[in-house]
Nanobody
């Protein structure tokens, strides 16, 4: 059974930091590129960051460059998103996504990040 379980979200003040985690099971994690998406209320889901199968090839949407860092640990079947200098516009549900060959795609249930003073 394929599972992606995110954690680490919460309520944080502007300028604060969070580290989101996603643990995968039920598939060969190292064969999948991993991505973080987010969806704010009333907006479409947005690709935030991605990372290649071996940990290289990271990419970010312009609005988070320099503040977000994606990483992975294939030994632990985990992907992370370090979020620094949080802004109110970062408020969203953050989703972990695994993308494999043939456009196979798995999603987690999401973790809420709320930035507010």
């Amino acid at each position: 059974q394929v599972q992606l379980v995110e954690s680490g979200g919460g309520l944080v003040q502007p300028g604060g930091s969070l580290r989101l985690s996603c643990v995968a099971s039920g598939f060969t994690f190292s064969l999948y590129s991993m991505r973080w998406y987010r969806q704010a209320p009333g907006k479409e889901r947005e690709l935030v960051a991605g990372i290649g199968r071996a940990g290289g090839g990271t990419n970010y949407v312009d609005s988070v460059k320099g503040r977000f860092t994606i990483s992975r640990d294939n030994a632990k079947n985990m992907v992370f998103l370090q979020i620094n200098s949080l802004k109110s516009e970062d408020t969203a549900v953050y989703y972990c996504n695994a993308r494999g060959f043939g456009d196979v795609s798995y999603w987690g249930q999401g973790t809420q990040v709320t930035v507010s003073s």
